[in-house]
């Protein structure tokens, strides 16, 4: 079975400090891949999105990934967090041609300090 | 204004009773999901539904059952035979295999 592993439960950092929230996965086929934030009393939402071409996608807010296929990873980043990015984050793989079952990782909480 | 509406919001029920959550989508979209989101777990997929009148079991979908008589339509029974039901629930439509997932704001259902 698919699984999706993110490393970290929680993460603190200070206004503009960097981030990189680390997402892997278990599938060595074809994936499909996203991530999703949630802010807080707020919906689920997709940040980006990769499915195909350009290993480096970005998404809403300044928001990038990069897919490591050799890794298995896809990993998230963004060069300048605010306070407005406190939320949880959350990696989702869908495995296989034609799936329509999304695999989600367990989260990570970021708290951003003003 | 297009969207997927979750009813109710917070819902609390006594041990041993069925429970109907109600998803609506006016999306036009074919697929629809449930998946239970706990505390340090992620989102765990329940059942999905390709199309009208077919649903498929998730991951963890002992204990619950659901239906798809219309398109926008997905309603999820948490059964009394649910061992840990208390649990924030979130419906999902999408257009299509492997499409990006539109979630609703989610039930709260309390058990006790």
């Known amino acids: 079975a698919q699984s999706v592993s993110q490393h970290n439960h929680h993460v603190i950092l200070s206004e503009a400090a960097s981030l990189e929230l680390g997402c892997n996965y278990s599938y060595g086929g074809t994936v499909n891949l996203f991530w999703y934030v949630q802010y807080p009393g707020q919906h689920l939402q997709l940040l980006l999105k990769?499915?195909?071409?350009?290993?480096l996608v970005k998404g809403i807010k300044g928001f990038e990934a990069e897919f490591i296929k050799s890794k298995f990873s896809f990993n998230l980043r963004k060069p300048s967090v605010q306070w407005s990015d406190t939320a949880e984050y959350f990696c989702a793989v869908e495995s296989g041609a034609g799936s329509y079952q999304l695999t989600f990782g367990k989260g990570t909480k970021l708290s951003v300090i003003p | 204004d297009g969207g997927i509406t979750q009813s109710p919001k917070y819902l609390f029920r006594k041990e041993g009773q069925n429970v109907t959550l109600s998803c609506e989508q006016n999306?036009?979209?074919?697929?629809m999901y449930w998946y239970r989101q706990d505390p340090g777990q992620g989102l765990r997929l329940i059942y999905y539904?390709?199309?009208?009148?077919?649903?498929q079991k998730g991951d963890i979908a002992e204990g619950y059952s659901v239906s798809r008589e219309k398109k926008e339509s997905f309603p999820l029974t948490v059964t009394s035979a649910q061992k840990n039901p208390t649990a924030f629930y979130l419906c999902?439509?999408?257009?299509?295999?492997?499409?990006?997932?539109?979630f609703g704001p989610g039930t709260r259902l309390t058990v006790t």
């Open positions: 990769y499915f195909s071409g350009d290993p």
């Open positions: 539904s390709q199309i009208v009148n077919d649903f």
């Open positions: 999306l036009n979209h074919d697929a």
């Open positions: 999902a439509s999408s257009p299509c295999a492997g499409c990006e997932q539109y």
